[in-house]
């Protein structure tokens, strides 16, 4: 998953990218900061 988000907080971050396509990469960065905190959450 860290790989993952780096890839996406990149893609997030590119200001050439248009604002829709920016908020879909927000989702999914949204997204896979929760799957961490979830899993977190179960081991302690």
Same mark, same amino acid.
């Given at each position: 998953?860290?790989y @993952? =988000?780096?890839?996406? @907080? ?6 050439s990218?248009?604002?829709?396509k920016?908020? =879909?990469? =927000?989702? &999914?960065?949204?997204s896979?900061?929760?799957a961490? &905190? &979830? ?6």
């Amino acid at each position: 998953l860290g790989y @993952l =988000q780096i890839t996406l @907080l990149k893609k997030y971050r590119d200001e050439s990218v248009p604002e829709k396509k920016r908020l =879909q990469w =927000q989702a &999914a960065l949204l997204s896979s900061i929760n799957a961490i &905190a &979830a899993g977190l959450r179960n081991t302690g």
